[in-house]
C-alpha cells in the first residue's frame, strides 16, 4: 500500500467480497501497479482526500488490486489502462468503471453509484461482453492468414513515422519480427524509431510507450521486463536479418539493463517504475535515487526474458546472455514449477496454472534446448506443456487460468495473445522432440480463433507468423551438439522462425515438410542448404 492514501484498503481476496455481501454494499476496485506514475499520483491527490476516504469507507468495500500479482482480475477489470477505478457488486458483476480519476471526478463517480446501489441493488452490475460469448470463432489455418497479416503491416504501416498506429505508438515489437522476415524496410523504420525515441541511452532498457505519433510527444517511462525482453528478441532479430550493428548493440544495452538493474541475484525483478528521473542527464541521476524496482520473480516475465536471452546468444554468441538467460530459467524451473504446473510467483498468494505462465516458461526451455542442448530442458517443458493441454478447452483454445474464483474470475477468457505464444512454443516443442502431438494441438488452438482473421489488425501479425510456420513448417535444422561450428552456424540462419536441434550427429542436416537436405559438414554447407530450403510462402520465397 501506498504511504500517502488515506483508504482502508482491503486486499484482493474472498475476504473483501465476503464482507461486501455482508454489509450489502458495493466494491470499489482500485486496479494499480508498482511501476504506475498515475497510480502514484492518483493515490498522493484523490485518495488522499480525508472526506472522500471517509465517504469510501462508509458505502463500499474498497480493495487494492495489483495488477501484476493478480492477472486475472487485470484481464477483467480493466478500463484501459492504469489505473483503472471500477465499482463492481459483491458476485463481481460491473457497475460503472474509469481510469485515473480527480477527487472531483471521484467525487462524482461515489453519488453516482450511491444511486444506482440504492436503486438497483445488485441489479446495476453487468458482465462486459467478452466474458459473455466467450467461444472463439473457428476456421481453417491457410496461407491466406499470412498473406492476411502482410498486407494489414502495409496498411497500417506509419509511412511518416515509422511504426503502427496513428495516436499513441507502442513498440509492437512481435509485429516487427513478422516484418523483419516479410517486410524488412518496414521493420528497420521502426527499429529505428523505437531506438530514437523509447531506449534509455544512459542506462540501458526500453521505455513503455509515446503518447503521440510522431514518438516524441509525452513518453511513459516505466520499465517493464516482458516488455524489455519482447524488445530485446526484436532488435535481435532485426540483427540477424539485417547485420545492423546498432540493432544488436541496442539489444545488448538492454540485455546489461536486465541483469543488472532488474536482476534479484536469482532472476529478472517485474519492472522499474516510470517518472521525471529518466529525464535528467547522466550527472543529474549520479546525485538521484532511482525509481523503485519491483523485486518479484513473475513466471512469465522469466520465462520470455530467458526465451529472448537465449536467442540473442545464439546470434551472438553472447556469453553473458546465455549465462544470464540459464540462470533465471532454472531459478523458475525450481521454485515456481511443480508436476508441470506454473505458480505465478513465490507467494501465499500466488495464483497457479495461468495461461501465460506456462506459455512463456515453456518459451524459454525451448529456446534454451536449442541454444544448450540441456536435457532437463526438455523434460520440464514436456511437463508444462502436458499440463496445459491437459486443460484445453473443447473448442481447441486454452483459458486464461483455472475457471474459478471470487468476481468474474469464474468466467473464462480466451486470450488471443497467451494462445498464440503457446501455439508457438509447441511447435517448437514439437520439431525438439518428434512429438506429432505437440503440433496438432497447436493446429487446434491455431483454428479456434482462424474464422476471426479478417478482424484482426497488425497489432497481433505474430498470429500471422504462427499460422505460416503451422502451414509451411518451420525450418528445421538438426546439428551436431551445442557449442559446435555447425550449430553456432544453424542459429545464424536468416530465419528467426526457425528451430535448431543439437543432437549427438556429426553433421547438420535441414528439414522442412519432411524433407531432409543432404548433410553439410561444413558452415558453409549448412548456410547453403538453408537457402536452398524455402517455403512456397505469400512472399514467393
Not at 476456421?139 to 506509419?158: N, Y
Request: proline content about 5%; charged content about 30%.
Amino acid at each position: 500500500m501506498r504511504d500517502e492514501t488515506l483508504v482502508e484498503w482491503r486486499e484482493w481476496g474472498e475476504e473483501a467480497f465476503a464482507e461486501a455481501r455482508a454489509q450489502s454494499k458495493p466494491l470499489l476496485l482500485s486496479l494499480s501497479a508498482s511501476w504506475c506514475v498515475a497510480c502514484d499520483e492518483m493515490d498522493r491527490t484523490t485518495y488522499a482526500d480525508p472526506r472522500l476516504a471517509g465517504h469510501l469507507k462508509e458505502s463500499f468495500v474498497p480493495v487494492r488490486v495489483d495488477v501484476d500479482r493478480q492477472p486475472r482480475a487485470r484481464e477483467r477489470y480493466n478500463m484501459g489502462g492504469f489505473p483503472s477505478t471500477v465499482f463492481c457488486t459483491p458476485e463481481g458483476e460491473i457497475i460503472t468503471g474509469a481510469g485515473y480519476l480527480s477527487a472531483d471526478g471521484l467525487r462524482q463517480a461515489i453519488d453516482t453509484v450511491r444511486e444506482t446501489w440504492d436503486a438497483k441493488g445488485t441489479e446495476a452490475g453487468r458482465i462486459p461482453r467478452a466474458l459473455q460469448n466467450p467461444d472463439p470463432p473457428r476456421g481453417a489455418v491457410t496461407a491466406e492468414i499470412e498473406a492476411h497479416f502482410v498486407e494489414q503491416v502495409a496498411e497500417a504501416f506509419d509511412g511518416e513515422f515509422g511504426g503502427w498506429g496513428t495516436d499513441a505508438k507502442f513498440p509492437l515489437p512481435r509485429t516487427v519480427e513478422f516484418a523483419a522476415k516479410r517486410d524488412t524496410e518496414r521493420a528497420s523504420r521502426t527499429l529505428q524509431a523505437i531506438q530514437a525515441h523509447l531506449y534509455d541511452t544512459y542506462a540501458g532498457g526500453f521505455y513503455r510507450y509515446a503518447t503521440n505519433r510522431n514518438w516524441a510527444g509525452e513518453i511513459h517511462r516505466e520499465k517493464l521486463t516482458d516488455e524489455n525482453a519482447a524488445l530485446v528478441r526484436a532488435f535481435a532479430t532485426g540483427y540477424l536479418h539485417t547485420g545492423e550493428e546498432s540493432y544488436r548493440d541496442t539489444a545488448r544495452g538492454t540485455i546489461e539493463y536486465l541483469t543488472t538493474d532488474l536482476w534479484t541475484g536469482d532472476a529478472f525483478a517485474g519492472s522499474q517504475a516510470g517518472g521525471d528521473y529518466y529525464t535528467l542527464g547522466p550527472a543529474e541521476r549520479e546525485e538521484a535515487d532511482p525509481p523503485a524496482v519491483d523485486e518479484t520473480v513473475y513466471a512469465d516475465r522469466n520465462g520470455l526474458a530467458a526465451n529472448a536471452l537465449f536467442r540473442f546468444a545464439g546470434y551472438t554468441d553472447d556469453e553473458r546472455a546465455r549465462t544470464y538467460a540459464e540462470r533465471a530459467i532454472e531459478h523458475v524451473t525450481d521454485t515456481l514449477v511443480s508436476d508441470g504446473v506454473v505458480a505465478h510467483f513465490d507467494g501465499p498468494d500466488a495464483e497457479s496454472g495461468l495461461l501465460l505462465d506456462g506459455a512463456r516458461v515453456l518459451l524459454g526451455l525451448t529456446a534454451g534446448t536449442q541454444a544448450t542442448g540441456e536435457a532437463s530442458y526438455l523434460d520440464t517443458a514436456r511437463e508444462i506443456a502436458d499440463a496445459l493441454r491437459a486443460r484445453q478447452a473443447d473448442d481447441g483454445a486454452f483459458l486464461d487460468g483455472p475457471a474459478t474464483g471470487i468476481g468474474l474470475l469464474d468466467r473464462p477468457l480466451r486470450p488471443l495473445d497467451a494462445n498464440i505464444e503457446l501455439a508457438n512454443a509447441l511447435i517448437d516443442l514439437a520439431a525438439l522432440t518428434g512429438e506429432a502431438s505437440y503440433r496438432e494441438t497447436a493446429g487446434e488452438t491455431l483454428e479456434a480463433f482462424a474464422g476471426a482473421t479478417e478482424r484482426m489488425g497488425a497489432d497481433v501479425a505474430e498470429y500471422g507468423a504462427v499460422c505460416a510456420r503451422h502451414v509451411y513448417d518451420p525450418l528445421v535444422i538438426e546439428t551436431p551438439e551445442a557449442g559446435s561450428d555447425l550449430h553456432r552456424a544453424a542459429w545464424r540462419v536468416a530465419d528467426h522462425e526457425k528451430v535448431v536441434v543439437p543432437s549427438g550427429r556429426s553433421d547438420a542436416v535441414v528439414v522442412r515438410g519432411g524433407e531432409r537436405s543432404e548433410p553439410a559438414v561444413t558452415p558453409d554447407e549448412l548456410l547453403e542448404r538453408a537457402s536452398e530450403t524455402r517455403p512456397e510462402s505469400v512472399l514467393g520465397e
